[in-house]
């Protein structure tokens, strides 16, 4: 959730309608002592992305950014990322192991794109894999239903919304961390 994606070049008037709810998932992962890991669009010039989208969250510009509403917070993880995936070159899976996690729970922008990708790396590492559909976004309505789809049928990420997840955690039911 970078100022390029929601507010700048590349932005879509779609984006903005997950900042509540993923404000509250952060919220109650914090309160539940789970880990909250940011991945951010961190981009050098000749990177791949940059060939298809043009410059866009270039690393130290304010597009780089997270947005205000959903700062990190202390005990938060920020990691840096050059291409769609959360998991290519990051550390992201080594952090993940060293803290004893199985289960991930995905959101952001977009659900095509980044969000996709990165649970294809989530599937490939074995974790179990959550997505609240209410905390992810595509370009467009259709871009969304298929992808949700294709998250569930080919890497058979749980897709239910935040409410669900916070639910969970408050309960302890089904926390996995």
């Given at each position: 959730?970078?100022?390029?994606?929601?507010y700048?070049?590349?932005?879509?008037?779609?984006?903005?309608?997950?900042?509540?709810?993923?404000?509250?998932?952060?919220?109650?992962?914090?309160?539940?002592?789970?880990p909250?890991?940011?991945v951010?669009?961190s981009?050098?010039?000749?990177?791949?992305?940059?060939?298809v989208?043009?410059?866009?969250a270039?690393?130290?510009s304010?597009?780089?950014?997270?947005?205000s509403?959903?700062?990190?917070?202390?005990?938060?993880?920020?990691?840096?990322k050059?291409?769609?995936?959360?998991?290519?070159?990051?550390?992201?899976?080594?952090?993940?192991?060293?803290?004893?996690?199985?289960?991930?729970?995905?959101?952001?922008?977009?659900?095509e794109?980044?969000?996709r990708?990165?649970?294809a790396?989530?599937?490939?590492?074995?974790?179990?894999?959550?997505i609240?559909?209410?905390?992810?976004?595509a370009?467009?309505e259709?871009?969304?239903?298929?992808?949700?789809e294709?998250?569930?049928?080919?890497?058979g990420?749980?897709?239910?919304?935040?409410?669900?997840?916070?639910?969970d955690?408050k309960t302890?039911?089904?926390?996995?961390?």
């Amino acid at each position: 959730m970078l100022q390029e994606f929601v507010y700048g070049k590349i932005s879509s008037p779609r984006a903005k309608n997950v900042i509540e709810p993923v404000k509250d998932l952060l919220a109650a992962a914090r309160a539940a002592m789970i880990p909250v890991v940011y991945v951010c669009d961190s981009h050098l010039p000749n990177d791949p992305e940059i060939k298809v989208w043009g410059n866009h969250a270039m690393k130290g510009s304010d597009g780089a950014r997270i947005i205000s509403d959903l700062s990190p917070k202390n005990g938060d993880y920020i990691l840096e990322k050059r291409v769609y995936s959360a998991f290519h070159e990051t550390g992201l899976d080594l952090l993940l192991r060293d803290l004893n996690v199985s289960s991930v729970v995905i959101v952001g922008l977009l659900t095509e794109i980044c969000v996709r990708h990165t649970a294809a790396d989530a599937f490939m590492r074995g974790y179990h894999i959550r997505i609240p559909s209410d905390c992810v976004e595509a370009f467009s309505e259709e871009e969304q239903r298929r992808g949700l789809e294709y998250l569930k049928k080919v890497y058979g990420a749980e897709i239910s919304n935040s409410s669900a997840i916070i639910s969970d955690w408050k309960t302890n039911l089904n926390r996995i961390p």
